[in-house]
T-cell receptor, first 111, second 118 residues
Framework: QKEVEQDPGPLSVPEGAIVSLNCTYS??????FMWYRQYSRKGPELLMY????GNKEDGRFTAQVDKSSKYISLFIRDSQPSDSATYLC???????????FGTGTQLKVEL | GAVVSQHPSWVICKSGTSVKIECRSL??????MFWYRQFPKQSLMLMAT?????????EQGVEKDKFLINHASLTLSTLTVTSAHPEDSSFYIC??????????????FGPGTRLLVL
């Protein structure tokens, strides 16, 4: 069993839809959670960073963490074609230790 | 803020040659940098963790003599692929950990270097 599980997709939604992306994890030591967006042939771009259970909102993006269920989500409201990319979840125990990444979910927002 | 650059962005070389890739944190100091490899439509594979002024820590299965890492300053780490072969062709991405404040657990990625070995 992988430490971090993420559905690879592809996930295809119409423009304007609310997108829900999820990751589950098994390591209870993980305390810091991140979401990255990666366009084709580019490096990942940090979208959200959280370290506590609950919701964190930034524009059209909301990150949700449920440590009791070991489940994190990223919601994208009013999705746009420019949101089409691969979304990677990442998490770590802190203390400067390495992050563990999900495999990424490929999202396509269609006109 | 938190910008990481990589150079070159792509390189084509002949089998047997060595290739050096630079990773720079432009607006912050990075005591720790990471090197990843990514194959098409696959996730990031951590190769090694590079700490300024000390030897890199390599992940299991990564040949340290093949992939030489140097982190000589707080803003620069280099990865040298020695005696490159076609199977080393891949997308190499570096990241830098921002040790400031709450961001100390986050990693900021460079744009990546595409290596093609003929």
């Amino acid at each position: 069993q992988k430490e971090v599980e993420q559905d690879p997709g592809p996930l295809s939604v119409p423009e304007g839809a609310i997108v829900s992306l999820n990751c589950t994890y098994s390591n209870s030591a993980f305390q810091y959670f991140m979401w990255y967006r990666q366009y084709s042939r580019k490096g990942p771009e940090l979208l959200m960073y959280t370290y506590s259970s609950g919701n964190k909102e930034d524009g059209r993006f909301t990150a949700q963490v449920d440590k009791s269920s070991k489940y994190i989500s990223l919601f994208i409201r009013d999705s746009q074609p420019s949101d089409s990319a691969t979304y990677l979840c990442a998490m770590g125990p802190g203390g400067g230790n390495k992050l563990t990444f999900g495999t990424g979910t490929q999202l396509k927002v269609e006109l | 803020g938190a910008v990481v650059s990589q150079h070159p962005s792509w390189v084509i070389c002949k089998s047997g040659t060595s290739v050096k890739i630079e990773c720079r944190s432009l607006d912050f100091q990075a005591t720790t940098m990471f090197w990843y490899r990514q194959f098409p439509k696959q996730s990031l594979m951590l190769m090694a963790t590079s700490n300024e002024g000390s030897k890199a820590t390599y992940e299991q299965g990564v040949e340290k003599d093949k992939f030489l890492i140097n982190h000589a300053s707080l803003t620069l780490s280099t990865l040298t692929v020695t005696s490159a072969h076609p199977e080393d062709s891949s997308f190499y991405i570096c990241s830098a950990r921002d040790s400031r404040g709450l961001g100390q657990e986050t990693q900021y990625f460079g744009p990546g270097t595409r290596l093609l070995v003929l």
